[in-house]
């Protein structure tokens, strides 16, 4: 089993300050996904930003990057130029080859985004 | 035009009653989930199922059972509803059980059982 671990239950920052959110995950498959979902206050779970583990590019999204270190288990995400938008509950999720067993979470990072 | 839906948003409810939450895509996907996420805000698996598989987390009480009439739905249905059934459910669908594909999510139902 999988396991996904977000250290920073929150964090505060200033608008258009750069943040960076970390995760590590445990695993002993070769082939699996990464993703990072932003649950804002509405509830909804939006997709943020996904990164393919056997793709050494970090993916990048706008504003939104991450830093893969597969060798070392870790996925953090950066978030550039912040905004009062940006304002949720943030998590990282991950998914071995095949899926079926679904999303595993970590247990989110909430964050806030002072004007 | 809403891609995951679920009905209802809300549903408060003795403990002791059976309860569905309805959940609908309009993405032609093959694979739908239901995740829960309790008040800690902690989220996890409980089903994925295919027009081929139900893959059931070990965790969920068989007091629980998805149920889909054709693959645009997968229903959750809860006999016996406890207190710490309480907590807000999460549909999801996929284009297929591979993980290349994108979950998208419904937006939740928050129950309450009392």
């Known amino acids: 089993a999988q396991t996904v671990t977000q250290s920073q239950p929150e964090m505060s920052v200033q608008e258009a300050e750069t943040v960076t959110l970390s995760c590590t995950y445990d695993?002993?498959?070769?082939?699996?996904?990464l993703f990072w979902y932003k649950q804002p206050p509405s509830r909804q779970m939006i997709l943020v930003i996904r990164q393919e583990a056997y793709k050494q590019q970090n993916a990048t999204e706008n504003r939104f990057s991450v830093n893969f270190q597969k060798a070392a288990k870790s996925f953090s995400l950066k978030i550039s130029d912040s905004q009062l938008g940006d304002t949720a509950m943030y998590f990282c999720?991950?998914?071995?080859?095949?899926?079926?067993?679904?999303?595993?979470f970590g247990k989110g990072t909430h964050l806030i985004i002072q004007p | 035009d809403t891609a995951v839906s679920q009905t209802p948003k809300y549903l408060v409810t003795q403990m002791g009653n059976d309860k569905s939450i309805k959940c609908e895509q309009n993405?032609?996907?093959?694979?739908m989930y239901w995740y829960k996420q309790d008040s800690k805000k902690f989220l996890k698996i409980m089903f994925s199922?295919?027009?081929?598989?139900?893959?059931i987390n070990e965790t969920v009480p068989n007091r629980f059972s998805p149920k889909s009439p054709d693959k645009a739905h997968l229903n959750l249905h809860i006999n016996s509803l406890e207190l710490g059934d309480s907590a807000v459910y999460f549909c999801a669908s996929s284009q297929d059980e591979s993980s290349q594909e994108t979950q998208y999510f419904g937006p939740g139902t928050r129950l309450l059982v009392l």
């Open positions: 199922y295919n027009n081929k598989e139900l893959i």
């Open positions: 993405l032609g996907h093959d694979t």
């Open positions: 999720a991950f998914m071995p080859g095949g899926g079926a067993d679904g999303l595993t």
């Open positions: 695993t002993s498959e070769s082939n699996y996904y």
